[in-house]
């Protein structure tokens, strides 16, 4: 079974107490449309188990097939920046039907975000290159496909409807 | 399936209606032959597109991929073109399956290539191979651990 290389640190972008005892790590592509099928799945997972979940996303953009793949993860790392990841994050799923080179300012602005700033960061080598080091350490995990997931390290095989129900027949 | 430590047997196969792939042309040069079963599989979670975005990685490590099926050359170009694939697709499509056979990874039922993965060396050996469930993306991760055991060798 694959495993997480490397393991959730400080650097990741996470939603839930770092002590929680599931870990969910999501690798996934703001443009890839089994991606923004999960978003609710997820969120819906965190609502149900709440303080019992650290979700953690990674970014895997699949650039060749995804023209706007890598300036949306680019995007949700330089809102990061501003303390807004899981703003643009969500707004960029919520808003995936729309993805172009026009959205990020729009939600960039829509989120609340110092707009010179925003666009200032999305040139920096150090968030393109956070985007890569996900990339490289999901290629290193195994990653086939996107969204893949991993609990507590270990590589799950199935969807984002699997993960829940998996959750919730461990958790009953 | 042809496993480590064989001498990769020799092929040359169609790339492009006019361009021929002979492997012996490449010793000197790590490659990673994958073998899978048709083009047109369902995109975000297809093998080839995710070798696509790879292909720094393995730039690095000095090795050139080739993807193998028997789909024939006009389907290859066809996927490549709607995929925007940046590597070679190789036709093992006359005689059907004949390079499959050759490193025993031809699904002789299905009339398909199996999904497998093979890493050669600059000398033309085999250093690593791979077999996967057909129904099963390998990753990538097995590729890059074999380059990498080869670039410290």
């Given amino acids: ?172 | 399936m042809l496993e480590k430590g064989t001498k990769a047997p020799d092929f040359e196969l169609n790339a492009t209606p006019d361009q021929k792939i002979k492997l012996t042309d490449f010793l000197g040069k790590n490659v990673i032959l994958a073998f899978y079963p048709a083009d047109w599989s369902p995109v975000c979670s297809d093998q080839m597109a995710l070798y696509n975005e790879m292909l720094k990685y393995f730039t690095k490590h000095d090795a050139q991929i080739f993807g193998i099926s028997v789909d024939s050359v006009w389907c290859h170009l066809a996927f490549e073109k709607d995929r925007n694939l940046h590597f070679p697709l190789l036709a093992d499509f006359e005689p059907k399956g004949a390079v499959s056979k050759a490193y025993g990874v031809y699904d002789e039922g299905a009339g398909e290539s199996k999904r497998a993965l093979f890493v050669i060396d600059k000398e033309g050996e085999i250093a690593w191979s791979y077999l996967s469930p057909t129904a099963v993306n390998p990753g990538a991760d097995g590729i890059l651990d074999a380059l990498e055991a080869l670039d410290k060798k």
Avoid at chain 1, 48 to 53: C, V
């Fill in chain 1, 1 to 172: 079974m694959s495993k997480l290389k490397p393991e959730v640190t400080e650097k990741d972008h996470a939603q839930g107490k770092q002590n929680a005892p599931i870990t969910i790590v999501e690798y996934g592509d703001y443009q890839c449309p089994y991606c923004g099928d999960a978003y609710p799945i997820v969120k819906e997972i965190e609502e149900t188990f709440g303080d019992q979940i650290n979700f953690v996303f990674r970014n895997f953009p699949l650039q060749e097939a995804h023209p706007f793949a890598f300036p949306a993860a680019i995007a949700a790392e330089a809102a990061a920046l501003q303390g807004k990841f899981w703003e643009m994050h969500d707004a960029l799923y919520e808003n995936q039907y729309r993805l172009d080179e026009d959205l990020f300012d729009e939600l960039a602005e829509t989120i609340g975000l110092d707009i010179e700033k925003f666009q200032a960061d999305s040139t920096k080598v150090e968030v393109k290159q956070k985007v890569e080091d996900d990339f490289e350490s999901g290629v290193r995990s195994g990653v086939n496909g996107t969204p893949s997931f991993y609990v507590n390290g270990n590589k799950f095989d199935g969807a984002a409807t699997d993960l829940y129900q998996m959750l919730k027949e461990s958790t009953e």
